[in-house]
């Protein structure tokens, strides 16, 4: 049984940081693809960030490039976002992702899922 357990969220000041963490069970971590996805109130869900399970491939999202980045350690079945520089716009609940298929253009959709989290929240104040 996967499960992907998302902590780290809260709240910061415009500006701050935050890092979130994703422990990943009932897989064997190395072969998995692992993703961010954020859903903001009225939103749809949408890609922040993804990592490759053969590594070295990364993709985000536009508006977050420069200032987040994602990581894992394989021995602690841990997936990583460092979120930098944030913004209000940044606020949402985070979700933990278990990647079925990459996409070949790094345009990630929630149809390339097939498993979530539970997400954290993050909530950026002006």
């Known amino acids: 049984q996967v499960q992907l357990t998302e902590s780290g969220g809260g709240l910061v000041q415009a500006g701050g940081s935050l890092r979130l963490s994703c422990t990943v069970s009932?897989?064997?971590?190395?072969?998995?693809?692992l993703a961010w996805f954020r859903q903001a109130p009225g939103n749809e869900r949408e890609f922040v960030a993804a990592?490759?399970?053969?590594?070295?491939?990364?993709w985000y999202h536009d508006s977050v490039k420069g200032r987040f980045t994602i990581s894992k350690d394989n021995a602690k079945n841990t997936l990583y976002l460092q979120m930098n520089s944030l913004k209000p716009e940044d606020t949402g609940l985070y979700y933990c992702?278990?990647?079925?298929?990459?996409?070949?253009?790094?345009?990630?959709?929630?149809?390339?899922?097939?498993?979530w989290g539970q997400g954290t929240q993050v909530n950026v104040s002006s």
């Open positions: 992702a278990k990647l079925s298929t990459y996409s070949a253009t790094g345009d990630f959709g929630t149809h390339n899922v097939r498993f």
């Open positions: 009932g897989v064997p971590f190395r072969s998995v693809g």
């Open positions: 990592i490759a399970h053969y590594g070295g491939e990364l």
